[in-house]
């Protein structure tokens, strides 16, 4: 009595009622192999240890560093030990109509934070070679929106968007530029 009064329980949990049907010689499909299999169908959650070798195929997959995306069988970004390598052109979101409150650069804060800047060389011992460029640690009080934390194999560490800096510059310059012609074109009518 037990048996049949579990499998009577059985036939009414949701993923079961309505595609089997318990014959008292085993289960009958009510409805055809396609909605058996269609996921759309399926209900619930399975834990990964009951599906053999899952785990496994999935931490293999987890552990491999060399990522690589490819586009018309060119390889346009790739992973490595050292970092990331990308093939091509590299694009952020800039469009007007995601940004508010549009302003002009004012170039003399940004030489301020320029002139803060300590641009050093070193051994990029991530990459393996001679560099030029800062440490995040002494830019994060400059330029604060610039510097993030993130983690990987080596704990946490800092990365660093150079997009502001790159702003400052051209203000900088544009800045400059537009005095270097004032003085130029003073200098050409006192003649």
Not at 11 to 29: D, L
Not at 180 to 186: F, M, P, R, T
Request: contains cysteine; negative net charge; charged residues 20%.
């Amino acid at each position: 009595m037990t048996a049949s009064r579990d499998l009577a329980r059985l036939a009414q949990v949701p993923s079961i009622a309505g595609r089997f049907a318990w014959t008292g010689a085993g289960w009958e499909a009510l409805t055809n192999d396609a909605d058996l299999l269609n996921r759309a169908n399926h209900s619930g959650s399975q834990a990964i240890s009951t599906v053999t070798g899952l785990q496994s195929a999935l931490d293999a997959k987890a552990a491999l560093n060399n990522t690589v995306l490819q586009y018309g069988g060119a390889t346009k970004f790739q992973t490595t030990s050292a970092g990331v390598s990308i093939t091509g052109t590299f694009s952020a979101t800039s469009d007007r109509k995601f940004k508010s409150n549009i302003r002009p650069h004012d170039a003399a804060s940004a030489w301020a934070r320029l002139g803060q800047l300590r641009t050093c060389a070193f051994f990029y011992d991530l990459i393996g070679t001679d560099y030029t460029g800062w440490i995040a640690q002494e830019v994060q009080p400059i330029y604060p929106h610039s510097v993030s934390e993130v983690g990987g194999e080596e704990g946490t560490h800092l990365t660093l968007s150079r997009d502001e800096i790159i702003a400052d510059l051209v203000a900088v310059v544009q800045d400059q530029q537009r005095r270097i012609a004032q003085l130029e074109s003073g200098h050409d009518s006192t003649q």
